[in-house]
């Protein structure tokens, strides 16, 4: 019954920056480690960063790494992923999924709760 809600993408150019929320719901959110998927058209759904349940520890793929931020407000049950110095590669739909246990995934068969999405889409 673990419901989540993406929000912030848009369209940005190449350089640019945005912030993607994601509000969980629940009250075990503390419990969760919470991680940031995305999307291309025809593209397989791919690791992008996660974060343990307490802030203690985040991990990202090597694509992002550098640029992208991840973080979370657990008084606030949301997590974030701040994205800098954007590219058209990263043009795709983003996902925040949710799993329990404290270890880091990066495969998406190791979350369980996903949302809906939000679209990032940056132009040349």
């Known amino acids: 019954q673990v419901q989540l809600v993406e929000s912030g993408g848009g369209l940005v150019q190449a350089g640019g920056s945005l912030r993607l929320s994601c509000v969980v719901s629940?009250?075990?959110?503390?419990?969760?480690?919470m991680g940031w998927f995305r999307q291309a058209p025809g593209k397989d759904r791919e690791f992008g960063a996660a974060?343990?349940?307490?802030?203690?520890?985040?991990y990202y793929a090597d694509s992002v790494k550098g640029r992208f931020t991840i973080f979370r407000d657990n008084a606030k049950n949301t997590v974030y992923l701040q994205m800098n110095s954007l590219k058209p590669e990263d043009t795709a739909v983003y996902y925040c999924?949710?799993?329990?246990?404290?270890?880091?995934?990066?495969?998406?068969?190791?979350?369980?709760?996903w949302g809906q999405g939000t679209q990032v889409t940056v132009s040349s």
């Open positions: 999924a949710a799993r329990t246990g404290t270890m880091i995934g990066t495969r998406k068969n190791q979350y369980l709760d």
């Open positions: 629940g009250r075990t959110f503390s419990s969760y480690t």
């Open positions: 974060i343990t349940p307490t802030g203690g520890r985040t």
